[in-house]
């Protein structure tokens, strides 16, 4: 029977929550009873400045002024050690004499007084901080020290830090302004971060001008504590943040960001500008931040997979932001212009193709139909020139024409004010049109004052507006960019189960390994290089070991002639540098010759002590083949990096390669491949046959889950790999391992975690059921549309504390939340059943532990259909979320409750929880050290 519940209760308990600090708005959970630990910063009740000034143009009184000026609703404390009060108002000679607690500490002292500033809020209780100060890691050993102590300090107390070396922070929706900027930026729905706050001053100044209003402003500095990843999170759950506009210097902790943004991204844009392309742009970031960057090359790569959109001009981030609000993604990179002059849709024309995108190619219904409307002369093409007399009548007709061509990912309209020309009616009768047909379509209404009217009608009708034409095509190239990111978010690849025969052949790898750094090398050979490829599935051509030139002649006759003969090395990876290859040998002689040469050369090179011998190979014809290079190796940042390109011997000259991580499905796989200029050939050109591209696709997803599993090893390449349409076959390998001192914690993570298999269970309730308990998927979304609408109100309630109607819950952005989570931040394990009547899959439970600060304490939830409740089946979701917290490193897990919600209380009981009552709620709580029941 469904629960009633008063409203005004409902008001009530809302409240407590906030008075907690709780949220209450998460994009996951309506009313979830989550502590989020950057309210302390964003929402204060309380601030202190700590170092608070009535000097003119101190930073202190700056500070002070811009926090007494701009009304957030609660109190400034002024902490001055030789002041009794500043700007009027009663000052403390330290945090701890304050008498009412404080949420924010804003900490403007010389750097070396900052630990023991630090180490004074801790032991006030302070659960945020913003350090202005300037002076740590970027000025060298001495400046990390003092940051060292600072977040020892820190995470003692669990305060959460921005900063050192920073602007501050604004929030202008509610009115804090913890910053020493000139103003406050007004407010708006655009979620600014910045790493420069010289920049923040800048794109502040520049925001008064184009109105561009902010829900948060955040200078960042050099992320001691709070990093991107954090702030993205934060951003993301904050219901007034539409866009997350960032400007970056250094990436910091990759995998916090990466797994943020590739959450987050779904339902709200993420658009960087990055600088450090060049070598001399990064050395200037680098010494900027205190932080190295890692190579540009990867980082796009981490961009691309993250959903994450890199802008190359500072005002590209604001214009994307806009366009991305107003606008549908582009679902391809095809775009049609439409011009009143020929000049303007040229300049369109270049800029869109230089940069990747594509004229959209106009059907014949499309030409028939703009003949029979267009004067003779007009351009008989894309662009569609209808020529200088064109009135609003010949554009609309026009635009009717070609938005209904399904060649055509967007539009383009150009308008130069010729005489004939109504910019004012024309932009009027366009307004229809701004929301396509699910396609953009964007303006450049050319010109200045004569154009100014038709603008504003366009851009209060939310069609972007550009005054040069290239400029929108350069934004048309970064949406469906920004389309293709997205679309490869959805990819979550899962290493396979291992079959028995695999399972031997790995661990065989794993041995070979092993023994090799048992004696202290880091480099394998060749031979045993093919046989780790061999045990994943890739062929390798046959390869014989010889120590003597007898040996050898005897294995180039097992074999056959030709053959090649390549130095069997411990130590020496590049054999042609030392002369170490000899290719086409077509008799014993040759071979003889061929092997004491190479021993020479080794010896003259490197010295006899190089050389084991040879490996003798079957001479493969490459005349119908083409030579690639597959390879990883580590990025200090992002760990193991994926490499597919050109191959052979000129492989660093050519420099065709694309970048990926690892694992990779096939869909990602082919991704790679598209982004090389050999993926044309190797579709086939000037009658050479395709290669199998399928094959291919498998080949590398192997590769993949052999860097993924096999942690050891630290460098390892295929080049080259020989592709034709009859065969896929490694030639040549080269593996290079962790050094003997490397500990394992060391060894680098993966930058996307694969899909935690390890965590699928079957089960059967005690009346014969069959269940799966897994990891949530992101294509589980429709299934848990059909969970929700088996939900009672008295279960949305219990679970949620609030009513929500099924719009509410099954929101596509909400779920989207829902279904793709950072696996690493929190685990959604879901109960699934496959339905008697219908053969279909569906969702019976759903149990989510979600990490705090430090990951070490977690908040458990759990949710279960009703028809399936009083099966055990709840306690069986907890059981496995302990489990799972136990394994990712959980020390302790809670919960908060409805006191009326007994059944959830009966079955946290049985599994050895506590409770204490807080307010109008319970409070669960079990460490994590015993065994689950």
């Known amino acids: 029977m469904p629960i009633s519940w008063d409203p005004n209760t409902d008001k009530e308990l809302t409240n407590v929550l906030r008075s907690k600090k709780v949220s209450t708005e998460s994009a996951h959970d309506f009313l979830r009873y989550e502590y989020q630990p950057l309210d302390a910063i964003f929402r204060p009740d309380s601030v202190a400045v700590i170092g608070a000034s009535e000097e003119p143009g101190s930073v202190g009184r700056t500070l002070l002024w811009n926090l007494i000026t701009n009304s957030f609703g609660g109190t400034v404390f002024p902490v001055n050690i030789k002041r009794t009060s500043v700007l009027g108002i009663k000052a403390y000679p330290s945090i701890a004499e304050v008498p009412e607690p404080v949420d924010l500490a804003v900490i403007a002292t010389p750097a070396q007084t900052v630990p023991g500033v630090v180490r004074e809020c801790v032991d006030a209780g302070v659960r945020g901080a913003i350090i202005i100060s300037a002076g740590f890691k970027e000025r060298g050993p001495e400046g990390v020290a003092l940051e060292e102590e600072i977040l020892r300090t820190a995470r003692e107390g669990k305060m959460r830090i921005i900063g050192p070396n920073c602007l501050g922070v604004m929030s202008p929706v509610t009115g804090l302004n913890a910053t020493f900027a000139n103003a406050m930026a007004r407010p708006g729905n655009v979620g600014f971060i910045s790493q420069s706050g010289a920049l923040c001053t800048a794109v502040l100044d520049w925001s008064f001008h184009e109105n561009v209003g902010f829900s948060h402003f955040v200078s960042i500095g050099s992320m001691l504590d709070v990093n991107w990843g954090d702030l993205i999170y934060y951003l993301g759950n904050d219901t007034r943040t539409q866009s997350i506009v960032i400007y970056m210097e250094s990436i910091g902790d990759a995998r916090s960001f990466m797994s943020a943004a590739r959450e987050v991204a779904l339902t709200k844009p993420i658009i960087v500008i990055k600088p450090g392309r060049t070598e001399a742009a990064a050395k200037a970031a680098a010494s900027h931040t205190g932080s190295l960057t890692g190579s540009d090359e990867v980082l796009e790569s981490a961009f691309r997979r993250s959903g994450v959109l890199r802008v190359g001009r500072i005002d590209d981030l604001f214009n994307m932001a806009e366009i991305l609000s107003k606008q549908p993604r582009p679902h391809g990179r095809r775009l049609t212009i439409i011009t009143n002059a020929g000049g303007p849709g040229v300049l369109a024309t270049d800029a869109l193709i230089s940069d990747g995108g594509d004229l959209a ?43 209904g061509d399904p060649n055509s990912d967007g539009f383009l309209i150009i308008l130069t004010p010729q005489a004939m020309t109504d910019p004012t009616q024309t932009a009027e009768r366009l307004r229809p049109y701004a929301r396509l047909q699910g396609k953009p379509i964007l303006a450049s209404w050319m010109g200045g004052a004569d154009v100014a009217a038709g603008e504003s009608i366009l851009n209060q009708a939310n069609i972007p507006t550009f005054t040069y034409p290239d400029t929108a095509a350069r934004m048309f190239n970064y949406m469906w960019r920004y389309d293709r990111n997205l679309r490869s978010l959805y990819e979550t690849p899962q290493l396979p189960a291992e079959t028995e025969k695999e399972g031997k052949a790995h661990a065989k790898v794993r041995q070979l390994i092993e023994d090799a750094r048992a004696e202290g090398r880091t480099i394998l050979t060749e031979y045993e290089s093919k046989r780790i490829l061999a045990a994943y599935d ?33 130590t020496i990876t590049h054999k042609t540098d030392v002369g170490g290859v000899r290719l086409d040998l077509k008799n014993d002689e040759q071979v003889w010759e061929a092997f004491e040469a190479i021993a020479g050369a080794v010896a003259s090179h490197a010295g006899k002590a190089h050389f084991q011998g040879v490996t003798v190979q079957p001479m493969v014809d490459l005349s119908e083949a083409y030579e690639i290079i597959i390879g990883s190796s580590p990025d200090p940042q992002f760990g193991p990096v994926l490499l597919f390109g050109t191959g052979g011997t000129l492989v660093e000259v050519y420099r065709d390669r694309a970048l990926g991580f690892p694992p990779l499905n096939t869909t990602l796989a082919r991704r790679m491949m598209q982004r090389t200029r050999i993926y044309e050939a190797l579709q086939g050109v ?55 001192d490397t500990d394992e914690a060391e060894l680098p993570r993966l930058a996307i975690r694969p899909y935690p298999s390890q965590y699928i269970w079957d089960w059967e309730t005690g009346g014969g059921m069959a269940v799966r308990v897994r990891p949530i998927r992101p294509e589980d979304e429709p299934l848990m549309v059909r969970f929700h609408e088996s939900l009672s109100e008295q279960s949305v309630y219990m679970r949620y504390f609030h009513a929500l109607n099924l719009d509410q819950r099954t929101a596509h952005e909400r779920l989207t939340r829902i279904c793709f989570i950072d696996y690493d931040r929190e685990m959604a394990l879901v109960a699934t059943r496959r339905d008697s009547s219908t053969g279909e899959q569906e969702i019976i439970g759903v149990g989510r532990l979600s990490k705090f600060y430090q990951g070490e304490e977690a908040e458990f939830a759990l949710l279960i259909s009703d028809k399936h409740q009083r099966m055990g089946l709840g306690t069986e979701l907890l059981r496995r979320l302990l489990e799972v917290g136990r394994q990712e490193g959980v020390k302790t897990v809670m919960a908060y409750m409805l006191p009326e919600n007994r059944g959830m209380k009966r079955i946290a009981e049985g599994l050895g929880f506590t409770f204490t009552r807080e307010e109008d709620l319970v409070r669960a709580k079990i460490e994590l050290d015993g065994h689950v029941a």
Request: proline share 5%.
């Open 686 to 740: 000037r009658g050479r046959q395709p290669v199998d591209l399928e094959a291919l696709e498998i080949l590398m997803v192997r590769f993949s889950f052999l860097v993924a599993e096999q942690t050891w090893i630290r460098e390892i390449d295929i080049n080259p790999l020989l592709a034709s349409a009859n065969q896929l076959l490694a030639l040549d390998a080269r593996v290079v391992l962790y050094g003997p």
């Open 361 to 403: 190619e106009l059907t014949a219904e499309t030409m028939k139909g703009l003949n029979d409307l267009l004067p003779a002369h007009w351009s008989h093409n894309n662009p569609v020139d209808i020529l200088g007399d064109a009135g609003p009548d010949r554009y609309i007709s026009t635009l009717d024409i070609v938005a």
């Open 538 to 570: 890739i062929s390798v051509a046959k390869t014989v070991l010889a120590a003597t030139a007898a040996e050898a002649i005897e294995a180039a006759k097992d074999i056959g002639y030709p053959v090649v003969l390549k130095l069997n090395s411990t």
